[in-house]
Antibody, heavy 117, light 108 residues
Framework: QMQLVESGGGVVQPGGSLRLSCAAS????????MHWVRQAPGKGLEWVAF????????YYADSVKARFTISRDNSKKTVYLQMNSLRPEDTALYYC??????????WGQGTLVTVSS | EIVMTQSPATLSVSPGERATLSCRAS??????LAWYQQKPGQAPRLLIY???TRATGIPARFSGSGSGTEFTLTISSLQSEDFAVYYC??????????FGQGTKLEIK
């Protein structure tokens, strides 16, 4: 069955960096675009970034542009989110999600990022 | 950027009754609209895509309708497991992929 497992979250000081990973299994990951979506504590969903199936195009929310970088290694069935210059407002549960006809049909369980001094 | 507005913020309904949730887009998104359910401590789950197509494994009591700027999610006969937060999301004009702020469906 399809599965997405995020990792790499943790506590980091403002201005610091983290790299999140999303390991996929149960489907041909190289055939699908992938997203990162975040959810601040007690808040709604916020789309963060998208990468096409072959990694040729990447898109970002304005709130993370120039600070975050999405990438993928299809040979490892993994999608990454490199997060630099982290701010307290980046504190959230970060989900990866698979694309299906534009919607997000499978989600991981998320990895928590806390930005605090 | 397209803004998605959901109403009401909280909806109180008794089990067995019908629930109707609304979502409005600030400009047309055609039928490129999805609905998600999120329970506490869980990831969102896709319910509806293309405004009206149920995702795999979603019970028939969930139905979606609408196009353009006005959309509705209807749950025909509420079960205990349906009480959750529901989000709409457009994927017509992106980036960004915008979500509504959510409707909390609670037991009356």
């Amino acid at each position: 069955q399809m599965q997405l497992v995020e990792s790499g979250g943790g506590v980091v000081q403002p201005g610091g960096s983290l790299r999140l990973s999303c390991a996929a299994s149960g489907f041909t990951v190289s055939s699908y675009g992938m997203h990162w979506v975040r959810q601040a504590p007690g808040k709604g969903l916020e789309w963060v970034a998208f990468i096409r199936d072959d990694g040729s195009d990447k898109y970002y929310a304005d709130s993370v542009k120039a600070r975050f970088t999405i990438s993928r290694d299809n040979s490892k069935k993994t999608v990454y989110l490199q997060m630099n210059s982290l701010r307290p407002e980046d504190t959230a549960l970060y989900y990866c999600a698979k694309v299906f006809t534009g919607a997000f049909d499978y989600w991981g369980q998320g990895t928590l990022v806390t930005v605090s001094s | 950027e397209i803004v998605m507005t959901q109403s009401p913020a909280t909806l109180s309904v008794s089990p067995g009754e019908r629930a109707t949730l609304s979502c409005r887009a600030s400009q047309s998104v055609s039928s490129n609209l999805a609905w998600y359910q999120q329970k506490p401590g869980q990831a969102p789950r896709l319910l509806i895509y293309g405004a009206s197509t149920r995702a795999t494994g979603i019970p028939a009591r969930f139905s979606g309708s609408g196009s353009g700027t006005e959309f509705t999610l209807t749950i025909s006969s509420l079960q205990s497991e349906d009480f959750a937060v529901y989000y709409c999301q457009q994927y017509n004009n992106w980036p960004p992929y915008s979500f509504g702020q959510g409707t909390k469906l609670e037991i009356k």
